[in-house]
DNA sequence: GCCGTTTTCGGCCCGACTGTTTTCAGTCG
């Protein structure tokens, strides 16, 4: 609806209003037509009204909007797909539909090739072999869907990055913003910003980077750069004494700085990346500290930008203080050797050790899971009995845990004998199988298993994998509600490609009065540094030490199940 | 079209870079 209202000439703020909305709903990490579902008021997202409320409902029930189908008639669908075309907006498509007639992409490709795009007024040379190229990339590119990047899969380009700014004598700082450093489990493109000694810039360093395929732009203060992976980087560069105020600017999310940069203006104050203003004088930009304060407002962490409402937390002294690695004591979720794990029991339990953990739960899988050489009774119960002496053997160095990942089955039983369960000190149980469910169904199924009147952790409560598979239709919201009615755990797997639950669920727990577990679902020993992803996921989720299960000491942990 | 610590009207973040122009519009983040 922007994109066409915007070939129209429409007013620019209301176009303006459209994308906000549609940013708020992507950044919501929740279905709005679920909740349309449940009758909720769509208008208590930030930037829906009343009318883009209808207008949400009306897609929700019928699949379609009139008023887009009616906008897509009056607008022809050349133009459209003109403005999908890096470097060309509304205003620059419809010069050349109009200039030129072409209505397709082809159409648009021949034009350029015969060298009439240059004799448009307005256009030049540059601009028609930017267009061939992005045309012949387009092309090449079928397929492909250009999907965001796993945050675990660009932390190592981001530190090489970062230590080539460094190493540059005229930077003072340099770090990550965007949503890599708001710990997004994926991200679209890396933000940085280097803090350079007044005058300098580091621009020209930053771009002789060895795994650079393309400068896209580049000038004195700021560049952006593809790598070779097709990863988009750009850096800002700054003098030291705005560092604060272009960290912040540039870590986002767009609507948190943009409801920052709002309040400001109210205050009669101005915000951009060099600083916070009033009038001429600027009273604030050296640290983010500084910059909130000027503002009347606490530090926020980084994973709580999201205008999730932690901006009003921090007016009221409501912000929460985050769960960080540190508070972790045990781990919950972990495989050995004897089912689809690397590790055997003792290298767990070496590991956890390792890690100054005080426990760990082993939690391999059970016997319906072929592909995993899942365990019947019979080896569950020799397991316990070889942990047992193991826990001997460590006297009290550690406590391993008896545990396993016992499957949900189809029918939402467990697979495993309540004899067994009942030997066990917490058990985490997961859907591993018939992911195509219906909704209620599945629903249904999860609530049952955790219904047991066990210790209960729900694996990997959605099932989705990063970029590969879409969560199982689950209304986890009625999952949430049975483990809070239940006292069950729900788990926040840190899987980089699983982090499920995710952020907005874990919030949604919290809320309700849901315990979480952060575990890593490890199955090698390298695999215990994915607890870093988890705590990631959870602080992103508002937690607290204090809704995560595994920041306490033992025996509490295990009296903290309902 | 949204929104409110100047609240139901009258505003709407702010700056960098590019390509084209010869002072700036368009695009992007």
Redesign the pocket.
């Known amino acids: 609806?922007a994109g066409l209202r915007?070939v129209q000439g429409a007013?620019?703020?209301?176009v303006?209003?459209?994308r906000?909305?549609a940013r708020?709903i992507d950044n919501l990490g929740r279905s709005v037509a679920e909740m349309a579902e449940r009758g909720e008021d769509l208008?208590a997202?930030?930037?829906?009204?009343?009318?883009?409320?209808?207008?949400a409902v009306e897609i929700s029930a019928t699949g379609s909007l009139a008023?887009l189908t009616r906008l897509r008639r009056q607008v022809p669908r050349a133009v459209t797909e003109l403005?999908d075309?890096?470097?060309?907006?509304?205003?620059?498509?419809?010069?050349l539909h109009e200039a030129l007639g072409v209505a397709t992409r082809s159409e648009l490709a021949e034009a350029a090739q015969a060298g009439r795009i240059?004799r448009v007024?307005?256009?030049?040379?540059?601009?028609?072999?930017?267009i061939l190229a992005e045309l012949a990339a387009r092309r090449s590119d079928k397929g492909s869907n250009r999907s965001r990047f796993r945050h675990a899969d660009v932390e190592q380009v981001v530190e090489g990055l970062l230590a080539h700014v460094r190493r540059d004598r005229g930077v003072v700082r340099a770090e990550a913003a965007?949503s890599f450093r708001r710990g997004k489990e994926t991200v679209g493109?890396i933000?940085m910003v280097a803090a350079c000694r007044p005058g300098y810039s580091v621009?020209d360093h930053f771009v002789s980077f060895g795994g650079i395929s393309r400068?896209?732009?580049?000038?004195?203060?700021?560049?952006?750069v593809v790598m070779r992976s097709g990863l988009?980087v750009?850096l800002?560069?700054v003098d030291k004494d705005s560092w604060g105020a272009a960290l912040h600017?540039?870590t986002g999310s767009?609507a948190h700085?943009?409801k920052i940069?709002?309040?400001?203006?109210?205050?009669?104050?101005?915000?951009?990346?060099?600083g916070v203003?009033d009038g001429d004088r600027k009273i604030a930009g050296e640290t983010e500290e500084d910059v909130n304060a000027a503002l009347g407002l606490p530090y926020i962490e980084p994973e709580l930008r999201e205008d999730r409402g932690e901006v009003?937390a921090g007016?009221?002294g409501r912000l929460p203080e985050l769960v960080t690695e540190g508070d972790i004591r045990g781990n919950l979720h972990t495989h050995t050797v004897a089912t689809d794990g690397r590790m055997t029991l003792r290298q767990v339990a070496d590991g956890a050790m390792a890690r100054g953990y005080e426990y760990i739960a082993v939690t391999d899988h059970t016997q319906s899971l072929r592909i995993t050489n899942g365990q019947d009774p019979a080896r569950v119960l020799a397991q316990f009995a070889e942990i047992d002496r193991l826990n001997d053997e460590l006297e009290g160095r550690l406590r391993v845990l008896k545990s396993a990942e016992v499957d949900i089955l189809l029918d939402g039983s467990l697979d495993l004998p309540d004899g067994v369960l009942r030997e066990m000190d917490v058990v985490v149980c997961s859907v591993h199988s018939h992911f195509k469910l219906p909704r209620k169904h599945q629903t249904e199924r999860i609530i049952r298993a955790i219904s047991k009147p066990c210790p209960i952790i729900l694996g990997h409560g959605t099932g989705r994998k990063i970029n590969v598979r879409e969560p199982y239709d689950v209304d986890i919201e009625a999952v949430i509600d049975a483990a809070a009615r239940l006292g069950r755990v729900l788990e926040v797997n840190g899987q980089p490609e699983r982090l499920d639950i995710n952020d907005v669920y874990a919030k949604m727990a919290k809320e309700a009065g849901v315990k979480l577990s952060v575990s890593t679902d490890a199955h090698r020993l390298s695999e215990f540094d994915f607890m870093r992803h988890g705590v990631m996921q959870a602080r992103r989720g508002w937690l607290e030490a204090r809704d995560v299960i595994n920041t306490l000491p033992l025996e509490e942990m295990l009296a903290s199940f309902g």
């Open positions: 609806m915007e007013n620019k703020c209301r303006r209003a459209y906000n909305a708020s208008s997202i930030p930037g829906i009204g009343k009318e883009l409320a209808r207008k008023d403005m075309l890096p470097g060309l907006g509304p205003n620059k498509a419809r010069q240059r007024p307005g256009f030049g040379p540059k601009t028609e072999e930017r965007g493109d933000d621009i400068v896209v732009s580049k000038g004195p203060t700021r560049a952006t988009q750009d800002r560069s600017y540039f767009r700085t943009l940069r709002l309040m400001a203006q109210r205050a009669g104050l101005k915000v951009n990346e060099y203003y009003e007016l009221d």
